[in-house]
Nanobody, 126 residues
Framework: QVQLVESGGGLVQAGGSLRLSCAAS????????IGWFRQAPGKEREFVAA????????NYPDSVKGRFTISRDNAKNTVYLQMNSLKPEDTAVYYC???????????????????WGQGTQVTVSS
């Protein structure tokens, strides 16, 4: 069992920055990969970033590459998503998720993740 709690969302102007946090508890944090996803109203949940158990590998879709950075602190059982140069189209509920099957492999499919947080709202105004 893994419990995930996101925080750090809010309202920001276009061009601004936010840092999201995902605090984990339960199973040993360093034994699984973590992903971030987002879902805007009326749209499918989409992959935003992921990081392996040791932080050595990360992956991003083209839509956020160069603007978003995922990192993790295994001592604090926390994963971060630094979001810079935010755009109105980044507006969504952001979720973190745990992939318990692989710890050292990045996967982008939402159905490949086993546990999810409740989400945090990010709103970017133009």
């Amino acid at each position: 069992q893994v419990q995930l709690v996101e925080s750090g969302g809010g309202l920001v102007q276009a061009g601004g920055s936010l840092r999201l946090s995902c605090a984990a508890s339960g199973r040993t944090f360093s034994s699984y990969a973590i992903g971030w996803f987002r879902q805007a109203p009326g749209k499918e949940r989409e992959f935003v970033a992921a990081i392996t158990w040791n932080g050595k590998s990360t992956n991003y879709p083209d839509s956020v590459k160069g603007r978003f950075t995922i990192s993790r602190d295994n001592a604090k059982n926390t994963v971060y998503l630094q979001m810079n140069s935010l755009k109105p189209e980044d507006t969504a509920v952001y979720y973190c998720a745990a992939d318990l099957y692989y710890s050292d492999l990045i996967r982008e499919g939402r159905y490949e993740y086993d546990y999810w947080g409740q989400g945090t709202q990010v709103t970017v105004s133009s």
